[in-house]
Structure formats: C-alpha cells, structure tokens
T-cell receptor, first 114, second 112 residues
Framework: GENVEQHPSTLSVQEGDSAVIKCTYS??????FPWYKQELGKGPQLIID?????GEKKDQRIAVTLNKTAKHFSLHITETQPEDSAVYFC?????????????FGSGTRLSIRP | DVKVTQSSRYLVKRTGEKVFLECVQD?????MFWYRQDPGLGLRLIYF???????EKGDIPEGYSVSREKKERFSLILESASTNQTSMYLC???????????FGPGTRLTVT
C-alpha cells in the first residue's frame, strides 16, 4: 500500500525566513498531493494541493513542488510569519471511482521565532 | 460555510466502557471518514463510509466499529475501550468528485 514519509518532524525558523518541508511517497499511482495545516485546537485544513500533471503551484507565500520521477514533493513557505506556526501534514491520494483514499505523512511542527 | 462538528472536544472514559463518538456534517457530502491522530504517526484512517449504511475498513479498524444511518452523521464506536485507544479522533467529510476533505475540530479521548 501507499506510504508517505515526511521530514523534518520539527522545524524552527526565524520570522521572515523560509521554511521547507519534504515528503516522499511510495505508490506511483498516487495522483493528488494535498498539504494540510493544523492549528492548535483545530482540525487540519487544506492550504494547497497539487495534481500529478503539474510540477509546481504557488499561492502567495506558499508553493508546492512535485517530482513524480523521484516521488518527492515539498512545501515551501516564504517570508514566514508568526501565524504560520502550526503542524503541517503532507498527503498522497489515489482516486478510486468516486472516492479517494488519502495517506498522510507523520506531520511537521513548524515554529516561527520572533 | 462548510462545517463538520464532533460531539465532544474532550472525553474521559474507563477501560471496558462502550464509547460513542459522533460526527455531523452539513454539506451533504457522500463520504465520511474517521482518523486517529497520534504524535509521530500522523493521521491514520480507521473507517470510512461512501454512502448511507455503507462502510469500509481503513488501515487500523481493530477495536472500532462505525455506523452511518443518515447521510450527515457518522459515528465511531469503541465496543470496549482500552488504554491504547487514548488518542485524538478526527472526523472528515468529502464530496463525491472532489479531493478536499473537511475536518472537524477533533475529540481528545482519554481511557483510564
């Protein structure tokens, strides 16, 4: 079955610097790669996603890259701000008929130092 | 606005008790999911349902069962709670044809 590995488990960066979180997946049939952000006391919320036919996607200060050959994908946050402090999860999904099954990475706790 | 609610934010139960965790979504989504979240392990799928009265085992179904009698409600049942089921439980829903799962705020269950 699909396995998603995520690194690092914790990350501390100075406010204004960039943060990068990396994930690898095992099943080459995976075709959708979402990133979720979980703030304290809340459930995870989708912040950006990328499909298998795209190599890079950007939304303001966040960007995702996908290397299907290497089965790697990454989240990049630039100009980090205190509100970026949260746990981030990568995931890989395979679509089966009308539903999709998502496998999550183990999470990265990102802390932004003032 | 999309909303997934869970019946309790915090729950403390004793070993051997039967525990019900309730999840309700107001988006008319066909698919609903139960995950447990543990430090260093991420989110692991317990059960999911793609239609009323339909259910499928996820990756860690042992010790759990589910019920979906109505489209908007998905219940997770711990038949006989054990201490290793102490965890954060997250419910999510997904519309057919979509990729984005919407999560509830979670229930932190402690079994003593």
């Amino acid at each position: 079955g699909e396995n998603v590995e995520q690194h690092p488990s914790t990350l501390s960066v100075q406010e204004g610097d960039s943060a990068v979180i990396k994930c690898t997946y095992s099943d080459s049939a995976s075709n959708y790669f979402p990133w979720y952000k979980q703030e304290l006391g809340k459930g995870p919320q989708l912040i950006i996603d990328i499909r298998s036919n795209v190599g890079e996607k950007k939304d303001q200060r966040i960007a995702v890259t996908l290397n299907k050959t290497a089965k790697h994908f990454s989240l990049h946050i630039t100009e980090t701000q205190p509100e970026d402090s949260a746990v981030y999860f990568c995931a890989a999904s395979i679509r089966y008929s009308s539903a999709s099954k998502i496998i999550f990475g183990s999470g990265t706790r990102l802390s932004i130092r003032p | 606005d999309v909303k997934v609610t869970q019946s309790s934010r915090y729950l403390v139960k004793r070993t051997g008790e039967k525990v019900f965790l309730e999840c309700v979504q107001d988006m008319d989504h066909e698919n609903m999911f139960w995950y447990r979240q543990d430090p260093g392990l991420g989110l692991r799928l317990i059960y999911f349902s793609y239609d009323v009265k339909m259910k499928e085992k996820g990756d860690i179904p042992e010790g759990y069962s589910v019920s979906r009698e109505k489209k908007e409600r998905f219940s997770l049942i711990l038949e006989s709670a054990s201490t290793n089921q102490t965890s954060m439980y997250l419910c999510a829903s997904l519309q057919d044809g979509s990729y984005e799962q919407y999560f509830g705020p979670g229930t932190r269950l402690t079994v003593t």
